[in-house]
C-alpha cells in the first residue's frame, strides 16, 4: 500500500440520488487522470465504502473526470436518512482519504 491517495491527485464531488451516492473525481492534470484510470477502480472504491454491490464508474477522458456511482449507502436517501447528510456531501472527503494500491 502506499501513501498516495486521492486528495494528492484530485478532487472530489458528491452527489446523490436516492441512496445511491455519486461521486465525480476531478484529477488536477494528466498524468493524475492515468494514475487514478488505472487504480481507482471500482473495487476498491466498494472496498473503501464497505458495499457489497456492484460500483459503476464512468470515464470521462476529455474532462478528464471518473465519476462513481455507489448504491445504498445513503441509508433510504435525502428523505430516508435519520442523520445529517442525507445527501452524501461529506462522503466526498472519505473517498479522498482513499490510499492508493500502486500497481508497477
Same mark, same amino acid.
Given at each position: 500500500m502506499s501513501d498516495l491517495?486521492?486528495?494528492d491527485l484530485a478532487?472530489?464531488?458528491a452527489g446523490d440520488k436516492g441512496d445511491t451516492l455519486?461521486? &465525480? #473525481?476531478?484529477p488536477r492534470d494528466g498524468e493524475a487522470y492515468a494514475?487514478?484510470?488505472?487504480? =481507482?477502480?471500482?473495487? &476498491? #472504491?466498494?472496498r473503501h465504502f464497505a458495499v457489497t454491490e456492484p460500483v459503476v464508474r464512468?470515464? =470521462?477522458?476529455?474532462l478528464p473526470a471518473l465519476v462513481f456511482r455507489v448504491p445504498a449507502v445513503l441509508?433510504?436517501?435525502?428523505?430516508g436518512y435519520s442523520?445529517?447528510?442525507?445527501?452524501?456531501?461529506?462522503?466526498?472527503?472519505?473517498?479522498?482519504m482513499l490510499r492508493l494500491d500502486r500497481t508497477p
Amino acid at each position: 500500500m502506499s501513501d498516495l491517495t486521492v486528495d494528492d491527485l484530485a478532487d472530489v464531488r458528491a452527489g446523490d440520488k436516492g441512496d445511491t451516492l455519486i461521486l &465525480a #473525481v476531478l484529477p488536477r492534470d494528466g498524468e493524475a487522470y492515468a494514475v487514478l484510470e488505472r487504480d =481507482l477502480t471500482p473495487e &476498491a #472504491v466498494a472496498r473503501h465504502f464497505a458495499v457489497t454491490e456492484p460500483v459503476v464508474r464512468t470515464e =470521462l477522458p476529455h474532462l478528464p473526470a471518473l465519476v462513481f456511482r455507489v448504491p445504498a449507502v445513503l441509508a433510504g436517501g435525502v428523505t430516508g436518512y435519520s442523520g445529517l447528510d442525507g445527501h452524501g456531501k461529506s462522503l466526498g472527503y472519505h473517498l479522498l482519504m482513499l490510499r492508493l494500491d500502486r500497481t508497477p
